[in-house]
């Protein structure tokens, strides 16, 4: 099936590190997102990884990729207060439209 | 450089009406594509436009339906509304069909009472 499969909720301390986990499902997709949404807001790209990766580090955000078992993780380290939001996967599909599949969202809990 | 703009921010509308939906792509980005965002869900992928024409399409009835022009801002229709429609629309900026990153704006939230 089509289905992007994250888990549902995470609850960290603030300065913890924070992981995000997402099974996708298309060998084939040549990218795999990670877009952060606020409540109300439309989605902020996060960061992104090329299939023949398996590591991207960007200022406090590591992603890890691996292909064999369709895993992709984000790490935020030192996470704050203002990281609290709804951090969705993605994987972009191959073919001419290049259409965005995405996960049902990861809702992150930084407690004070 | 513009970011992705949307309009209307939120919408009220009542089953079997009609609405547009419009956007404006990022400043050189020639492809728009529309996403529905359930309350709760992931977005799911609507269509794509790619200089003016419908470049694919995802599992949506017909009663969807969209427009690009000649400057790459978009539309997106929606007949006889239904209550299932109540959405958060979110359209995506990039370059050639999506290849490059894609940008969304901030969505227009549609409710069908």
């Known amino acids: 099936g089509e289905d992007v499969e994250q888990s549902l909720f995470l609850s960290v301390r603030e300065g913890d590190s924070s992981v995000i986990n997402c099974t996708y499902t298309?060998?084939?997709?040549?990218?795999l997102y990670w877009y952060k949404q606020e409540p109300g807001a439309g989605l902020q790209l996060l960061t992104y990884?090329?299939?023949?990766?398996d590591m991207k580090q960007d200022q406090r955000l590591t992603v890890l990729l691996n292909k064999k078992d369709k895993h992709l993780s984000l790490r935020i380290a030192d996470t704050q207060t203002g990281d609290s939001a709804i951090y969705f996967c993605?994987?972009?599909?191959?073919?001419?439209?290049?259409?965005?599949?995405f996960g049902t969202g990861t809702l992150l809990a930084v407690q004070p | 450089e513009t970011g992705v703009t949307q309009s209307p921010t939120h919408l009220i509308k009542t089953r079997g009406q009609q609405v547009t939906l419009r956007c404006s792509s990022q400043?050189?980005?020639?492809?728009v594509s529309w996403y529905q965002q359930a309350l709760g869900q992931g977005p799911q992928f609507i269509f794509q436009?790619?200089?003016?024409?419908?470049?694919g399409r995802g599992n949506f009835p017909p009663r969807f339906s969209g427009l690009q022009f000649p400057n790459y801002s978009s539309e997106l229709n929606v007949n006889a509304l239904e209550l299932d429609d109540s959405a958060l629309y979110l359209c995506?900026?990039?370059?050639?069909?999506?290849?490059?990153?894609?940008?969304f704006g901030p969505g227009t939230r549609l409710t069908v009472l």
């Open positions: 993605a994987e972009r599909r191959g073919g001419a439209t290049n259409k965005l599949i």
């Open positions: 298309d060998s084939s997709s040549t990218y």
């Open positions: 990884i090329f299939s023949n990766m």
């Open positions: 995506a900026s990039s370059l050639d069909q999506g290849v490059g990153e894609q940008f």
């Open positions: 436009y790619y200089r003016e024409e419908e470049n």
């Open positions: 400043s050189g980005h020639n492809t």
